[in-house]
């Protein structure tokens, strides 16, 4: 089992920005990927960003690409996601998940383990 606690969402205005972290405890090393999915109300949850564990390489969605930045902290196990330039379309509950598989997908019921979500809200 892996246990994943987000943190570091808020409110923000457009064009500011907020990091959101991602802790990750118990058996990490059956991880081969952890990301960062978001679902606004009415909609289904959607990819955005992932980072491969072993070698740092990352995937994002397009419509956050120069403006999001996914890294790993190796040691602390722990996902950041700085988000800048921030838009009212970015609101959302955002999720961390991780992915035991080898092989990268965008499917969220893809992914084996989900952390709580954490509220990210951009007023315009």
């Known amino acids: 089992q892996v246990q994943l606690v987000e943190s570091g969402g808020g409110l923000v205005q457009a064009g500011g920005s907020l990091r959101l972290s991602c802790a990750a405890s118990g058996r990490t090393f059956s991880s081969n990927f952890m990301g960062w999915f978001r679902q606004a109300p009415g909609k289904e949850r959607e990819f955005v960003v992932a980072?491969?564990?072993?070698?740092?390489?990352?995937y994002y969605r397009d419509s956050v690409k120069g403006r999001f930045t996914i890294s790993r902290d190796y040691a602390k196990n722990t996902v950041y996601l700085q988000m800048n330039s921030l838009k009212a379309e970015d609101t959302a509950v955002y999720y961390c998940a991780a992915r035991s598989s080898p092989f990268f997908t965008v499917i969220a019921a893809t992914y084996d383990y989900w952390g709580q979500g954490t509220q990210v809200t951009v007023s315009s």
């Open positions: 980072i491969r564990w072993s070698d740092g390489n990352t």
